[in-house]
């Protein structure tokens, strides 16, 4: 019993070290634009938001392809698999959707706190949280195929590994790509 505690805390240790390395890279990056960003009020609103629900769909897909790996109902070539299929067909539109909702959610809230009210200010917002999500997902999607193989042929369990993996993505990725389109459009 003993020997199994310190495997689980050797391994969670080394993937906690791992994840927050990658959180604190997107910390660094919305520091770097801090300036900027404080006056696009729906942004700074939309980041909390846009990371947990990224870094949710992160979970659900890497739960889904480590079940269905386990399962064996992976069948390659991985591009025509069913799951493959599933993302693109309901998960993107539905994180594309989210995207949308957080927009408009942070959009009035920013509004009620004086923010000034535009057209163009509502679709630079959502132009950065629907690429954001997007690329993300696309990036998530490719580390969960990947490093699931990879744990899975290594006789371990990906779930352990790639949940706080694929969010700590989720989370520094929206921060860095966040940072880098409001330098490159506001």
Do not use: Q, W
Request: cysteine-free; hydrophobic content about 55%.
């Amino acid at each position: 019993m003993k020997e199994n505690i310190k495997l689980i805390i050797k391994e969670s240790i080394r993937v906690l070290i791992i994840a927050s390395i990658i959180s604190s890279i997107g910390g660094l990056s919305i520091e770097s634009i801090k300036d900027k960003i404080m006056i696009f009020t729906p942004i700074i609103i939309m980041i909390p938001a846009l990371n947990g629900m990224i870094g949710d769909l992160a979970i659900v897909i890497v739960s889904k392809f480590t079940t269905l790996l386990y399962l064996k109902k992976i069948r390659r070539p991985l591009l025509r698999s069913h799951f493959i299929r599933h993302i693109v067909k309901e998960i993107i539109p539905i994180a594309l959707f989210s995207a949308l909702y957080i927009t408009i959610l942070s959009y009035l809230f920013a509004v009620f706190k004086g923010f000034e009210s535009n057209i163009t200010n509502f679709i630079y917002t959502f132009f950065i949280a629907a690429f954001t999500t997007f690329f993300l997902i696309i990036i998530i999607l490719l580390v969960a195929i990947l490093g699931s193989l990879y744990v899975y042929h290594k006789k371990e369990n990906p779930d352990d590994l790639l949940i706080p993996i694929t969010t700590s993505i989720a989370d520094a990725g929206s921060m860095i790509l966040i940072s880098y389109l409001v330098l490159t459009i506001l």
